[in-house]
């Protein structure tokens, strides 16, 4: 589970990341926050997920120490290198698809999540926009798995969406 907050003031933030790290705990289900490692630090959280403009893998893996999952963005070879080498646990790479989450986002064509998950030893996680309507578009990439938020918080019976999801990227995922 990762939370995401770009808008949210950092007090209200921490409360949140609290709440959320318990619920977590609960169901023995890996927690991390996306861009705040001083959030990341406060509430214990297994980890932090970083971007190119954030912080640096290794700067983060320094604050947070050995045992925590460091997460990077990636969207070259490039990139995905140089966060493996600096110490990432795993990759985000996208957006393989348009996303209304992140409407900004630079999308990565499948071609060079392809790339990318032939240059690292590190799990590929594809993220932005995946849906039931395309995540097969992802087979034969390599990739360890997918984030999603729209296709799940977007639907009807989101128990019912994220069990469908689980069902189709496993056959998609390489095992």
Known sequence: MQLREKALDEASFLEE??????????????????DNVDIALAVNADGVH?????????????????DKIIGVSAQT???????????????????VFSTSTKPDAAEVSIDTLKEICGAVKIPVVAIGGIS??????????NVAGAAVVSAIFAAADIEKAARDLKEQLEGVVEQ
Request: hydrophobic letters at 40%.
């Open 17 to 34: 990341a609290r709440a959320i790290r318990e619920l977590c705990a609960r169901y023995q289900a890996p927690f991390v926050i996306n």
């Open 50 to 66: 970083v971007g190119q403009s954030d912080m640096q893998a290794a700067d983060a893996r320094k604050k947070l120490g050995p």
């Open 77 to 95: 070879v490039e990139q995905a290198l140089l966060a493996e080498k600096q110490g990432a646990d795993y990759l985000g790479v996208g957006a």
């Open 132 to 141: 039931p309507e395309n995540v097969k578009e992802l087979k034969g990439s």
